[in-house]
């Protein structure tokens, strides 16, 4: 069973500094990974998703990478924001069907 | 698109009764995916259906239970009879089933609290 952990769960930096949120899964055989972004009593919405062939993807000032072989996802988020504050999960898509296993996320608060 | 749409947005309702959680899937989509979020527990895959068929449902917790698809728009979970540990928010998704293309859309969630 294909296991997710994001480390920290919470973490609070200043406005301006760069975010760094981990991934970790277990199974490295995905098909690809999924960045949420999650607000209060919101749905998830999708940031980015990386194909396994690709060690990253870009979108404006979001950045994810992938290596598969460790089993680690890394997204980078540059000159953080108050409104970047939200809960952010990753999900790991199994080969072979459609199916995605989430960490918990990290709840992260960027003070103004 | 309106995106996946999911009714109601809250439920509150006496343990013992019936609740019936609806999901309208992004049109042109072959998944369809319920998903449970709880702080202890995260985001839990509860069933999920391929063209109108479910196709894993070893999330779904007990036999209390269930979940239809009768057409490719519309989609029920269903819990009878409701306890208050079923108090969660309940997510559906869907997405399309294409090689590259298999990003998940997820809807706003019903907030069911069973009192």
């Known amino acids: 069973k294909q296991e997710v952990t994001q480390i920290p769960a919470a973490l609070s930096v200043p406005e301006g500094e760069n975010l760094v949120l981990n991934c970790s899964f277990t199974?490295?055989?995905?098909?690809?990974l999924q960045w949420f972004r999650q607000d209060p009593g919101k749905g998830l919405t999708s940031l980015l998703l990386?194909?396994?062939?690709?060690r990253e993807q870009t979108s404006g000032r979001l950045n994810a990478s992938l290596d598969k072989s460790s089993g680690r996802s890394t997204l980078y988020i540059a000159a953080s924001q108050p409104g970047d504050s939200a809960t952010y999960l990753c999900?790991?898509?199994?080969?072979?069907?459609?199916?995605?296993?989430f960490g918990k996320g990290n709840q992260v608060v960027v003070i103004p | 698109d309106a995106g996946v749409i999911q009714s109601p947005r809250h439920e509150v309702t006496e343990m013992g009764q019936e609740v019936t959680l609806r999901c309208k899937p992004i049109?042109?989509?072959?998944?369809l995916f319920w998903y449970r979020q709880t702080m202890m527990r995260g985001l839990e895959l509860l069933i999920y259906?391929?063209?109108?068929?479910?196709?894993?449902d070893s999330g779904m917790p007990e036999d209390r239970f269930s979940a239809k698809m009768p057409n490719a728009s519309f989609s029920t979970l269903k819990i009878q009879p409701s306890e208050p540990r079923d108090s969660a928010v309940y997510f559906c998704?869907?997405?399309?089933?294409?090689?590259?293309?298999?990003?998940?859309?997820f809807g706003q969630g019903t907030r069911l609290t069973v009192v």
């Open positions: 049109s042109g989509h072959d998944y």
């Open positions: 199974d490295s055989a995905i098909y690809n």
């Open positions: 999900a790991a898509r199994k080969y072979g069907n459609n199916r995605l296993a």
């Open positions: 259906f391929n063209n109108n068929v479910p196709i894993d």
């Open positions: 998704a869907s997405s399309l089933a294409s090689v590259g293309n298999t990003e998940a859309f």
């Open positions: 990386i194909q396994s062939s690709q």
